[in-house]
């Protein structure tokens, strides 16, 4: 049997399992279902259906790599583009890894350079090193630090979206993607409605691009100085919104990191690290930022840009703004992993174990051939790493090491 | 048609609010669309209130405003004129079926609201963004902010400013609410009251007017000719590349380079070359190079882009804050600081240009933005 036939019987298991049960999204007649055929290789799309049986009856039998449904609501859901009749949208986030740079510089990771073959690990380069081509293909892995990435990622947003958009634990729908990351849903009636720019304006918020702690005058006056040693004289910063969340990164910065870390930040005025008890005091606390001796407008700005990286989650732009979007569906298998897209309430984010929790293949084992995997963990089990050996391993584990081209079934 | 019986309909803004927002969903217990026959504005007794509709919409065209200055400050005496006069100017801007008058028509009647609103007590203003559904709250009397604001009602509006200011980032967001103070509301319902009577003029679509209509609709367009230009869509016939500005630059040269472009900026890149006057043709030719360059679905898709498929719209490239947001506004320069659309940078530069070269030899600035 070859890998690829081995991982279908095993996705059509999966489908066909009378325990199998996948949740009905809100308002399913509403949604655009679509899926990839897993052998043909094309995306299914405009299909509607009346109820979550009925889906299922069609997963069953045509058993897809990949399950998706719209986050927009339509008139008539089955229907070209141009002819669906938009409703309203959910607000949907993505935070995958493959966007945002991780504390294990992706190592795990392989790119082989299209035209010449040229292959490294890490991060993917802009061109070959060689030819200069920028096409690659690339091997990913969901490593625990990637997920970990994310995971610090995810919990920002969510602070951000309850405590200054005021959105209910319960309007928010979190989940492991199934790969390397989480997406958060908000189905909520006011957000429906919000076109595209309003929702790019929410995106910026959470990325932090375009903020601006000085009102016009003294931006512009502060622009046409010589910068250095003017006072932070109109530098305040309110209790609200990104006025806040400034204060909390600037006290949680200062109070924890070293003079080193700070200047490797960008950060050289060691009056920031010497003073830091009166800034925690008089400017975080009281608001006088020009009582600080030692400590410029300049400087005070420059903490700004810092903290607001730190503060700020790293998102999947497109994919907010996008009020056509199409997402994976709760409950069913990634076709890069075999592990399930999952549902936890909100406030389970760091207790959550994807290796655990969205594990779909649960039982027996499979013989394999892994040419090249890292040390990871798979059902409670830590496993590898692997080079070119023969191993027994969980179906789980031999199912994603196939997904991600690091092993052959082996007889 | 005017004596509608108002017993059942409860009322909350007075006849002289009316009068001076007859945009307000109230002001229909006046007049109702369904009531407002085309011939009725034509009979002799109609007269007066086509002359003062005609006013509003000259004004407006001339003046930035729909009230005369002479007008006693802010007293109007015949309200019944003052809010019956608003429709029939509605109608009278559809019938020119020139988008410019209609922007403008749209934009004077929601300034010249603004600045009736800024002499209202707060509780008004509030009345009137409950009129367009806002979540809106007043603030206790001893509060830093005199208004909250739901996050979203502030968003359908705000998201169409370009200052720093109005961005969502730069606000006192908590709990889902926006703080803002009185003149920031009334800026707010500005837009509301623009895109409210845009939508109606756009919701008028009869094939036929009145001679009487159509006569008064003529002079109005010959006045906007003359007053507001032919609008700023017009471009050179020939592409001026050295025109680009700098994200679309880097677009070209990495699109020309068989370099990989993300989605945003291959939709960028293509409604910028279709806007300016570039053949879907010769856009198609440009992502030929493309490894997952496939023609007939890249033909499709720029085509679709120009308007020649589909629902035949054609889509316009996105404004530099959304190029900001998706990290495809790339080497900005001094002149960027200045503009909000890559097709604005497009038209002034080409415009200063063209000046130049008529009046001195032509320099090479080649690669100025590389």
Not at chain 1, 199 to 205: A, C, N, Q, S, T
Not at chain 2, 242 to 266: D, Q, V, W
Request: include cysteine; aromatic fraction near 10%.
């Amino acid at each position: 049997m070859s890998s690829r036939d081995f991982v279908y019987s095993k996705f059509s298991e999966f489908y066909n399992n009378p325990s199998t049960v996948i949740p009905a999204p809100s308002s399913l007649e509403q949604r655009e279902f679509a899926y990839l055929m897993f052998k043909e290789r094309f995306m299914v799309r405009h299909k509607r259906f009346e109820n979550i049986q009925a889906f299922q009856n069609v997963l069953t039998r045509n058993v897809p790599s990949d399950v998706y449904h719209s986050c927009t609501y339509y008139e008539k859901p089955d229907l070209e583009m141009d002819k669906k009749g938009w409703i309203g949208s959910d607000l949907v986030f993505d935070i995958d890894a493959d966007h945002i740079p991780t504390s294990c510089g992706k190592i795990h990771d392989e790119w082989i350079c299209q035209k010449c073959k040229f292959s490294g690990k890490g991060i993917t380069p802009e061109e070959c090193p060689v030819c200069s081509s920028d096409k690659f293909s690339v091997k990913t892995w969901p490593c625990d630090l990637c997920i970990e990435s994310t995971r610090v990622e995810t919990a920002k947003l969510i602070d951000m979206l309850t405590k200054d958009f005021g959105f209910a634990t319960n309007e928010l729908h979190v989940f492991f993607s199934g790969h390397r990351g989480y997406h958060v849903h908000v189905e909520n009636e006011a957000v429906r409605s919000l076109d595209a720019l309003s929702r790019k304006e929410i995106v910026d918020y959470i990325t932090g691009l375009g903020l601006s702690v000085l009102d016009r005058d003294t931006k512009e006056k502060f622009a046409k100085s010589k910068k250095r040693g003017v006072t932070a004289k109109n530098f305040k910063l309110g209790d609200y919104g990104w006025d806040r969340r400034l204060k909390i990164g600037m006290a949680k910065l200062l109070s924890s990191a070293t003079s080193d870390e700070l200047k490797s930040l960008g950060l050289k005025n060691n009056n920031l690290f010497k003073n830091k008890d009166v800034i925690l005091k008089r400017a975080i606390e009281e608001n006088r930022w020009d009582t600080v001796s030692g400590v410029s407008m300049a400087t005070w700005l420059k903490l700004v840009e810092q903290v607001k990286i730190l503060e700020s989650a790293n998102i999947d732009t497109v994919v907010t703004t996008d009020v056509h979007r199409l997402i994976r569906m709760n409950g069913t298998l990634h076709g890069k992993t075999g592990l399930l897209k999952t549902e936890f309430a909100a406030h389970q984010l760091d207790a959550f174990d994807p290796f655990t929790q969205a594990v779909a293949f649960k039982k027996g084992t499979a013989k394999v051939l892994v040419s090249d995997a890292p040390k990871f963990r798979m059902g409670g089990a830590t496993w590898g790493p692997y080079k070119n050996v023969k191993v027994v391993l969980p179906t789980a584990a031999a199912i994603m090491l196939i997904l991600k081209d690091r092993a052959e079934v082996s007889t | 048609m005017m004596d509608r019986n108002l017993s059942t309909v409860s009322a909350s803004f007075t006849k002289s609010d009316l009068a001076k927002y007859p945009f307000l969903k109230e002001s229909a217990r006046y007049f109702s669309p369904i009531d407002l026959q085309i011939e009725d504005l034509i009979s002799p007794d109609m007269h007066q209130i086509l002359d003062r509709a005609m006013e509003r919409v000259t004004l407006a065209i001339t003046n930035f405003t729909v009230r005369p200055s002479n007008t006693e400050k802010h007293v109007i005496k015949d309200l019944q004129k003052e809010i019956f006069s608003f429709p029939v100017a509605i109608m009278l801007v559809a019938a020119t079926n020139n988008s410019l008058i209609k922007k403008r028509y749209a934009l004077a009647e929601a300034k010249q609201a603004t600045s009736e609103m800024s002499l209202e007590p707060k509780d008004l203003l509030l009345k009137i963004a409950f009129d367009f559904g806002w979540k809106i709250t007043l603030s206790p009397p001893d509060s830093k902010y005199e208004f909250t604001l739901y996050f979203t009602s502030f968003l359908q509006n705000a998201s169409h400013f370009h200052a720093a200011k109005w961005k969502l980032i730069n606000r006192k967001l908590s709990e889902g609410n926006v703080y803002l103070n009185k003149h920031d509301v009334e800026r707010l319902l500005q837009e509301e009251i623009k895109q409210r009577i845009e939508k109606r003029l756009n919701n008028i679509t009869l094939d036929q007017y009145p001679p009487e209509i159509s006569e008064k609709a003529e002079e109005l367009k010959k006045l906007a000719a003359e007053n507001l230009g032919q609008g700023e869509t017009d471009f050179p016939k020939i592409i001026i590349q050295e025109a680009f500005p700098p994200c679309i630059n880097t677009l070209y040269a990495a699109a020309s380079k068989n370099h990989h472009l993300p989605h945003m900026g291959r939709f960028a890149l293509t409604t910028f070359l279709v806007n300016i006057g570039m053949s879907a043709e010769s856009v198609t030719e440009l992502f030929k190079s493309f490894s997952d360059y496939n023609e007939r679905l890249t033909r499709y898709q720029v085509e679709h882009i120009a308007g020649e498929r589909g629902s035949g719209t054609k889509y316009t490239c996105p404004q530099c804050s959304i190029l900001q947001t998706h990290n495809v506004c790339k080497n900005r320069d001094d002149f960027c600081k200045r503009i909000y659309h890559p097709l604005k940078y497009y038209k002034n530069k080409t415009d200063i240009l063209s000046q130049n070269q008529s009046e001195t030899p032509k320099e090479n600035s080649d690669n100025k933005n590389s």
